[in-house]
């Protein structure tokens, strides 16, 4: 056997994750009852690729309040009726050898809701969006109460990995921006006071749960006025400081912009902060081949390697990487005759 990085071991604390391959979180828009519930569609989706070999299968964003939601057909976790369904899933992907991850999200201004919407400042994402309530300080409490409650109700139903979503433009990305975090409390200007909401969900989240805790940033917004690098290796401190461990290097979402993408073009500043914060961390955006995710792991630019389209293409990603790689998995066993 040819022993790579890619398919050794990782552990964090009490979870050891089979393999560095990571389905990364990916909204699926497929509640239609708009209830937040598990459907059959999401069992399909997720245990496919705990079958097809995934260390870690991660959830899409799932929403902690209603009102949290990207869409009306999101995942959510803002109540006690929707543990069963998540519960039920865990067990199917954990019976394949993989671990489980539910990513807790807010959408706040960037929510597509019939209802009233939340940000830290009252201004729309864009001309087309609606405009958001500015957040009063019993929001924001009421907020990071729902993200203390998600945790225990991801402990409850039985997940391994918590992610809490810090990227892409939605609520935790609003106020660790400058470009979206207009406020003149504790909770606005510096970047001690941006980083104020995150650190508290963090510890909310933290009286819940003791299990391995993810974050995921946008650790470029691709704006001159957004946060910089400094501000970004100063986040990761923080939260290394708080015992996050690993964060999830993604970005752009917090303005419309252009962005230039090209085979691991987010990988500079998940390499960057893994350096400089000294933490584990997980490479994503356009990772397409197993050759790929090896020389990143090999080269210690990042410890996990988060896979999204391509494991959408082919939920047997990890089979396609190891026959690149010369190595053998070991398949479920109905597809021994197929794999070996």
């Known amino acids: 056997m040819n022993v790579t990085k890619l398919f050794s071991p990782f552990k964090f604390k009490n979870v050891e994750l089979k393999n560095r391959i990571v389905m990364s979180p990916m909204c699926m828009y497929s509640c239609l009852e ?8 999401h069992m399909t989706h997720y245990i496919s690729r705990a079958a097809g ?7 899409e964003a799932t929403a902690v309040r209603p009102e949290g939601r990207i869409s009306h057909e999101d995942l959510g976790i803002w109540d006690d009726e929707h543990v069963d369904g998540l519960k039920q899933l865990n067990g199917q992907i954990h019976s394949y050898g993989a671990k489980t991850g539910i990513q807790l999200a807010h959408a ?25 309530e500015e957040m009063s300080l019993k929001d924001i409490e009421t907020t990071v109460e729902a993200f203390k409650n998600g945790a225990r109700r991801a402990k ?22 400058p470009l979206t975090n207009k406020r003149n409390d504790e909770y606005g200007g510096s ?57 999830d290097c993604s970005s752009g979402g917090v303005v419309p912009a252009s962005i230039h993408r090209y085979p691991g073009y987010q990988l500079k500043r998940c390499e960057i902060i893994k350096q ?16 790929q995710a ?8 990042a410890d996990l390697i988060f896979i999204g389209r391509a494991l959408l293409r082919n939920p047997y990603w990890p089979k396609a990487a190891a026959d690149e790689l010369n190595e053998t998995i070991t398949p479920p066993k109905q597809y021994e005759r197929g794999w070996k």
């Open 191 to 247: 970047r001690v006071n941006r980083y104020r909401f995150l650190q508290q969900v963090i510890k909310a989240v933290q009286n819940e749960w003791d299990g391995p805790i993810f974050v995921r940033i946008s650790t470029d917004e691709y704006d001159p006025d957004g946060s910089t690098l400094n501000d970004m290796l100063y986040f990761a401190d923080q939260m290394k400081q708080q015992g996050i461990d690993l964060i």
């Open 294 to 301: 090896e020389e990143i792991v090999q080269n210690d630019r």
């Open 108 to 132: 706040g201004r960037k929510a597509r809701l019939d209802s009233t919407i939340y940000a830290p400042a009252a201004i729309a994402f864009n001309e087309s969006s609606k405009t958001p």
């Open 53 to 59: 070999q995934a260390g870690l299968v991660m959830t």
């Open 276 to 291: 400089e914060t000294v933490i584990a961390t997980g490479g994503v955006g356009l990772i397409t081949t197993g050759i």
């Open 34 to 41: 708009q209830d937040g519930k598990i459907t059959p569609f």
């Open 156 to 177: 409850e139903a039985d997940f391994d990995i918590i992610e809490i979503h810090g990227a892409h433009g939605y609520l935790i990305n609003q106020f660790l921006s």
